[in-house]
């Protein structure tokens, strides 16, 4: 084999063209380097701002297994320290923690079940049913996304009071079941449901329910997670109406039982540190487990509609 049918058989991708031009290949790597040399600045952006956002829940963690005495002192702790045990018996004296834990747990749980029936099927209704004031009715359960909650502690108050309700927990759970955000999520995810999937089944002879919760629910899993995580942890991290409607620390949720920690002359910083960090806990948990379904779910309710 001749030199010139050599050259003639390589692939024309991988050596220079007549005019000189420098193989495909070589282009390739040289563009994808450039690409990242331009890409840096970024990436490091994005790496420094990490690092600062870990850096309060690393400190939360050094702070819990240390004495609040040393947390002031010089220099600071850089590495766990060995009082953790002790932190947590004070903490469990101090405000019963595992009790006003489990407190909060059958709240969030109660609440995430009952707002998220009433998110989904109030949704469900504004998105598929054809009514007079279907949109009236829309814009105002927006329109309550942007009222203060400070504007609605006192009517609201008064309500629970005229009830008899305060200090109990339907007081804390029943007056916001109704989540404008949940429901607009849900409107947004049965949007692009096919209307004659439903309309077959009601020909086939099924119920609403039975048409609800068989055709409908199982496309709009995703959303549901989403939905069931956002709830969960928004009541989860509920603070001021919890702390006006219950005055028993038994029944105390964790947010106003680590307020209690915060006195006048002192402040126990090491046992707040350790409850704010066993109190972030079950959250981190929920939203590692379910991250695929939360992100999903946000977007797939922001692209419909």
Do not use: C
């Amino acid at each position: 084999m001749t030199a010139t049918s050599a050259l003639s058989s390589v692939d024309p991708a991988r050596r220079g063209g007549p005019d000189g031009r420098e193989p495909r290949e070589a282009l390739a790597r040289r563009t994808a380097f450039a690409r990242g040399i331009l890409r840096a600045p970024v990436y490091l952006l994005l790496a420094v701002a990490s690092v600062l956002s870990v850096l309060p829940f690393l400190w939360m963690v050094i702070a819990s297994t240390h004495q609040t005495s040393e947390l002031f002192g010089t220099p600071l702790p850089v590495l766990p320290g060995g009082e953790l045990w002790v932190n947590l018996a004070r903490l469990q004296e101090s405000v019963n923690f595992s009790q006003v834990m489990l407190n909060s747990l059958a709240i969030a749980v109660i609440y995430t079940v009952f707002s998220s029936i009433v998110s989904v099927m109030a949704g469900y209704g504004l998105a598929t049913y054809r009514f007079r004031g279907r949109g009236v009715l829309l814009g105002v359960v927006l329109v309550t996304m942007m009222i203060p909650m400070q504007v609605l502690l006192v009517p609201l108050f008064q309500m629970m009071a005229s009830a008899g309700w305060i200090d109990s927990y339907q007081a804390v759970i029943l007056p916001f079941l109704a989540n404008a955000f949940g429901i607009f999520l849900m409107r947004q995810a049965f949007l692009d449901f096919p209307l004659t999937l439903i309309e077959a089944a009601r020909i086939d002879g099924a119920g609403e329910l039975r048409t609800f919760y068989r055709i409908v629910l199982p496309v709009a899993r995703p959303q549901i997670a989403a939905l069931v995580i956002y709830t969960f942890i928004s009541q989860w991290n509920s603070f001021i109406w919890p702390l006006l409607m219950l005055n028993t620390e038994d029944k105390y949720t964790v947010p106003v039982a680590l307020n209690t920690m915060i006195g006048m002359s002192r402040v126990d910083y090491s046992g707040l540190m350790l409850g704010s960090l066993l109190a972030t806990l079950p959250l981190m948990l929920l939203f590692l487990v379910f991250q695929k379904q939360f992100v999903s779910g946000l977007l797939g309710g922001a692209v419909k509609g």
